[in-house]
């Protein structure tokens, strides 16, 4: 089925502890990412056939489930071990694309679980899902979903019993900032320097040692963190094991994307001091690159000297991140000018715009952009500036999409599936996998949430 070839789990015995799914009592399929398995160069029939292999409940030929550990800085306090507490990697599947992780998550508790049951409902599931196909459709690097099954187990959450579910997820590798941390933490120079050879071999073959690998991942997330921010989207959970040394957006548990646009929005119900809201996210990925930084400076000889070098080539970010953001800003308004993006923002906020549609329109008919803010004198005076600037339709066209994942459809796909309705799910993903046109088919889901469909606040996956 797979063409597995297992390199992590041939790193020493204390990066992961090796073991099996636990099996669940009654699988069913929700979904099989057919379109991603043929890209994968599997065979979605075989796939199909499979069920139990996407629950867990047979490992697939070649597989070496293992369960990997990490730490991380959680909302800024050090959290010494976390590890995939509710998840397992299966192996590495090697097709077309090169490398990829098969990750089952929601497969059973591992010692690394703490307090948590290893297992997920099937909401967070479906969430992961959507939202994960839609970044990928919108040209984001992130983390795939390949397939989602339902259980036929309950698990217990905050709100009462909620039916369980097993995702797949396909990744570039699940190498976080928090796995050098785990090793670093724990003064294991040998581990960290095994993994920096790892991670460079796979991510970064022409980086030279822990500085070259530093100033990858630098690159990367600074790409990565710009593409978020032109979308509208807030990760929620930024902490350093939820950032990937591949610049993929991973963990899809309070993200959204905002409806209305302001710079301090927040949805995550955890984030009470709105550390990850949408504009202090460019600072938080410098702050967790420190992380990573920090982490590798055993491995890079002299302390002092480690340190002065370290800290000169994180001075970059900024740099970089300003290169990214230009980059995207300029795309949106088709014009490269900062203070032309930037005051546009503020009316935006200031008119309570909507994000996605507000640039939309802009690309495709923007005489009616001034009817998504409320200020629209202010709108009014920005408007022929910015077309005597002669804006690039061509650059807004392929920089702005019609369609995001707005919050209330994915909320409503979900509610749906815990009542046994996948339809919404199913259609949901269908019109997010072809987010650049407006369709008659896509119309409904281009509509904002109307003041009592607001979701105001989402939650971790857990
Ligand atoms: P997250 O907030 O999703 O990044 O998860 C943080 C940590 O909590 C990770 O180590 C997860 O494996 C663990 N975790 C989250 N949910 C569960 C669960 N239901 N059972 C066991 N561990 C969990
Ligand atoms: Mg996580």
Not at 141 to 149: I, Y
Not at 212 to 222: I, K
Not at 290 to 307: I, N
Request: proline share 6%.
């Amino acid at each position: 089925m797979f063409a597995f070839d297992n390199s992590y789990a041939r790193l020493p015995e204390r990066f992961y502890t090796k073991m099996g799914p636990a099996p669940v009592a009654s699988p069913a399929w929700v979904a099989l990412n057919e379109g991603l398995a043929r890209d994968l160069g599997l065979d979605p029939e075989g796939l199909r056939g499979a069920v139990d292999v996407f629950a867990g409940n047979r490992a697939p030929e070649g597989a070496e489930p293992l369960a990997q550990l990490y730490a991380g800085h959680q909302f800024g306090g050090w959290s010494p071990q976390l590890g995939d507490g509710r998840a397992l990697l299966l192996g590495e599947h090697v097709g077309p694309t090169g490398r990829v992780d098969v990750q089952l998550k929601g497969s059973g508790p591992t010692p690394y679980s703490r307090m948590g049951d290893g297992r997920a409902a099937l909401g967070p599931v479906i969430r992961e899902y959507i939202v994960s196909e839609a970044m990928h459709a919108l040209g984001v690097p992130t983390t795939r979903a390949l397939a989602a099954v339902t259980t036929g187990e309950t698990v217990l959450r905050q709100d009462g019993p909620l039916p369980g579910g097993v995702l797949t997820r396909i990744a570039a590798s699940h190498i976080r900032v928090g796995t050098f941390q785990v090793f670093a933490s724990r003064q294991d120079t040998d581990a960290l320097q095994t993994l920096l050879d790892h991670a460079i071999a796979r991510h970064a073959p022409e980086a030279d040692g822990p500085l070259g690998l530093l100033r990858h991942v630098m690159g990367v997330q600074a790409d990565l963190v710009a593409q978020w921010m032109g979308l509208g989207f807030i990760h929620g959970v930024m902490n350093t094991d939820n950032m990937t040394i591949s610049g993929e957006t991973i963990d899809y548990g309070p993200c959204a994307f905002m409806e209305v646009y302001h710079p301090e929005m927040v949805f995550s119900s955890i984030d009470q001091f709105g550390r990850y809201a949408w504009k202090n996210q460019p600072d938080i990925a410098l702050w967790n690159l420190a992380q990573l930084a920090t982490a590798l400076l055993p491995l890079m000889g002299d302390r002092a000297q480690a340190v002065e070098d370290a800290t000169e080539v994180l001075d970059g970010f900024r740099g970089l991140y300003t290169v990214a953001w230009t980059r995207v800003l300029g795309a949106k308004i088709g014009v490269v000018d900062m203070a032309l993006g930037h005051e546009l923002l503020d009316i935006m906020a200031e008119g309570q715009a909507d994000f996605t549609n507000t640039f939309r329109a802009l690309t495709v008919a923007p005489e009616t952009a001034r009817d998504q803010v409320t200020n629209q004198d202010r709108f009014d005076g920005w408007f022929s500036r910015w077309r005597a600037a002669a804006p690039d339709q061509g650059a807004m066209t392929r920089a702005n999409p019609a369609l995001i994942p707005r919050n209330h459809q994915v909320e409503a796909a979900i509610q749906a599936a815990y009542g046994g309705d996948f339809a919404p799910f199913h259609a949901l993903n269908a019109a997010l996998a072809d987010p650049w046109q407006e369709t008659e088919t896509n119309a409904p889901y281009r509509r904002p949430a109307a003041p009592d469909e607001r979701v105001t606040h989402t939650f971790c996956g857990t």
